[in-house]
């Protein structure tokens, strides 16, 4: 960029001078995010496969509770918590190591006409 008599640029060489900043900032702060996202080994976290839509009432506890049982022995996870909205609470294993969180928003069909939405968490310890 050459700049007038005065030391002006113009008004479009100003506009590229600042997007060439904008990106270069932006590769530095992508690279520093993935340097430290890295440097604390938090890779992929587990998730919790929730069970199909149109879950009964009366089938969804143990629904939920045989589809922990499952990924607790597949995933090596340390336990597993899931909290429902209408109280519905059950833990296994332990509380140790570090936690990741799952909500979910899970058909319930009280009846044949009828479909509830419900909002579910897991927690899952690793």
């Known amino acids: 960029m050459i700049g007038d008599r005065k030391g002006d640029i113009g008004f479009m060489e100003a506009v590229a001078s600042a997007a060439a900043v904008c990106l270069v900032m932006t590769a530095f702060a992508a690279f520093c995010a993935a340097e430290m996202d ?12 929730w069970p199909g839509d149109g879950l009964s009432p009366e089938m969804t506890a143990s629904a939920l509770r045989g589809c922990a049982e499952t990924q607790m022995e597949r995933g090596g996870w340390n336990g597993v918590r899931i909290d429902g909205p209408d109280g519905t609470c059950f833990e296994l294993g ?19 006409k009828e479909i509830v939405p419900a909002v579910y968490e897991a927690f899952i310890w690793f």
């Not at 190591?97 to 979910?104: A, F, K, L, N, W």
């Open 38 to 49: 890295a440097e604390e080994g938090t890779g992929e976290r587990p998730s919790f496969d």
């Open 94 to 112: 332990r509380e140790s190591g570090d936690v990741s969180v799952s909500r979910e928003v899970l058909r319930v069909c009280p009846s044949e």
